[in-house]
């Protein structure tokens, strides 16, 4: 993949959540839908992916894909009680009423879309150490 089209895949959730809240008119609504959807395939997938080619042995692979697993299964038990209250507080909004809790996950996805292209980017360094205590969490490096 280049660089552009990292960024482009890396861009497109956040992109796609912004435009969902400022753009309800059809077809720009269902356009922006859609680049959303688009980008969090690639999100996931490209998440997945780097944990398992930087985890040095199985061991520390298994339990990094279960902390994904795991750290998801809290986000969907999470986000609707913190959405909820985000978007009651944005119904008397002027600009873009009820838009807010897609507002804050556009801009939490734009500011950690560096964060894989980073791990993508070290890959080629050689030792990779930084990497494997980043996503062991304090798992003793071997």
Known sequence: MRATDEWCSACAPGAGLS???LFRAQPFHFLFYLLNRA???VADTSTVTLVSRNSPNQEQRSRNLGFIQSSRALARVLSPV???GLFERSQ???FAPG???YLCAAGVALVMMPVPLLLKRNEGDGDGDDID???TFGADAE
Do not use: E, K, N
Request: hydrophobic fraction near 45%.
């Open 19 to 21: 435009g969902l809240t």
């Open 39 to 41: 980008g969090s395939a």
């Open 82 to 84: 913190l959405c909820g």
């Open 92 to 94: 008397s909004m002027a």
């Open 99 to 101: 838009g807010l809790p």
């Open 133 to 135: 205590a980043t996503l």
